[in-house]
């Protein structure tokens, strides 16, 4: 009796030991995905911002408006792509997304560096208003971003690592978010 015990034993304790490594990275994927959902939640805020800061800005800079709709066509281009948890192994797809929400941030650099040479817009309460929260909004989405791309280290690793690689089946690694080449340049802004 103490024999079937011990082997029945011997034969369980491994696999709970599978099973909660396979738990582990169910929940490692989970954390992806809950993160991406943030990211995509903050970058969401950002568009939703864009709209009234151009229309704050144009009521002040009339004069500017290549600049605006810059603007306005970057964050045009940037909510047409849209990715979701299931694309986040495809590198293209990841690539394409970052590369449009790179330009919009490129384009805003450009309407931050505006307001510094034109102080009558500087002084608008309203166009300070927005920039706080579009700046306080371009913190959170790098943020987001850090948080994202640990949550994808973490889930790589378990489906990298064994038992994870075994367990791991048929998913595939994440792609982590990147910075884009051109934004270690400063925003070139022609008056």
């Known amino acids: 009796m103490n024999r079937l015990r011990a082997r029945t034993l011997s034969l369980l304790l491994p696999l709970l030991a599978l ?17 991406w ?11 939703d911002l864009i709209p009234n800061l151009v229309e704050t800005v144009k009521a002040a800079a009339a004069h500017e408006k290549d600049t605006l709709t810059a603007v306005i066509q970057a ?15 495809d590198e293209k797809k990841v690539a394409a997304f970052q590369q449009a929400q790179g330009q ?9 560096a505006l307001s510094e040479s034109y102080p009558e817009i ?30 994808v280290q973490t889930f790589n690793s378990s489906i990298l690592r064994w038992p994870g690689r075994w367990i ?6 994440k792609m982590p978010f990147e ?3 051109s934004a270690a340049q400063a925003p070139t802004v022609r008056f």
């Open 179 to 181: 910075a884009q080449p």
């Open 104 to 112: 919009l941030a490129q384009t805003l650099r450009q309407v931050f």
């Open 19 to 35: 099973a909660a490594c396979d738990n582990g990275i169910i929940d490692n994927e989970q954390q992806v995905n809950t993160a």
């Open 75 to 89: 964050r045009n281009s940037a909510t047409t792509i849209k990715l979701d948890a299931a694309d986040l192994s």
């Open 122 to 151: 500087r002084a608008n309460q309203n166009f300070r208003d927005l920039q706080v929260q579009l700046e306080g909004t371009e913190n959170r989405i790098q943020r987001a971003r850090e948080v994202y791309n640990s949550a």
């Open 168 to 173: 791991a089946g048929s998913r595939k690694a």
């Open 37 to 47: 959902g943030n990211l995509q939640s903050q970058y969401q805020r950002r568009a």
